[in-house]
């Protein structure tokens, strides 16, 4: 049975950094495109970036680039999330996904996602 879980989320000053961890167990991870998504209050889960089951291809929302670095070691099964510069407006439940095979434009959607997280929230205050 494969499972992803977060860690790392929490309460940060704007302007802040925070790293977001999901390590994944029961699945071959190099063979999987990883994502993270968030979800804000009263919004619906958005697409925040993907990276290819290599490591060598990432992708972002274009609100984020620069801000936000998505990583993986796929020998210790783990995923990142290194966010930068943060504002009350990252406020979010963050989720880590895996979809079996190469990342594309497909990976933006949700939909493609064999296996998710159970969500991490990260606050930030003013």
């Known amino acids: 049975q494969a499972q992803l879980v977060e860690s790392g989320g929490g309460l940060v000053q704007a302007g802040g950094s925070l790293t977001l961890s999901c390590v994944a167990s029961?699945?071959?991870?190099?063979?999987?495109?990883m994502g993270w998504f968030r979800q804000a209050p009263g919004k619906e889960r958005e697409f925040v970036g993907v990276?290819?089951?290599?490591?060598?291809?990432?992708d972002y929302a274009g609100s984020l680039k620069g801000r936000f670095t998505i990583a993986r070691d796929n020998a210790k099964n783990t995923l990142y999330l290194r966010m930068g510069s943060l504002n009350p407006e990252d406020t979010a439940v963050y989720y880590c996904?895996?979809?079996?095979?190469?990342?594309?434009?497909?990976?933006?959607?949700?939909?493609?996602?064999?296996?998710w997280g159970q969500g991490t929230q990260v606050t930030v205050s003013s």
């Open positions: 990276i290819s089951g290599d490591g060598d291809y990432t």
């Open positions: 996904a895996a979809h079996y095979g190469v990342t594309g434009s497909k990976s933006w959607y949700e939909d493609v996602y064999d296996y």
């Open positions: 029961g699945l071959t991870l190099s063979s999987y495109a």
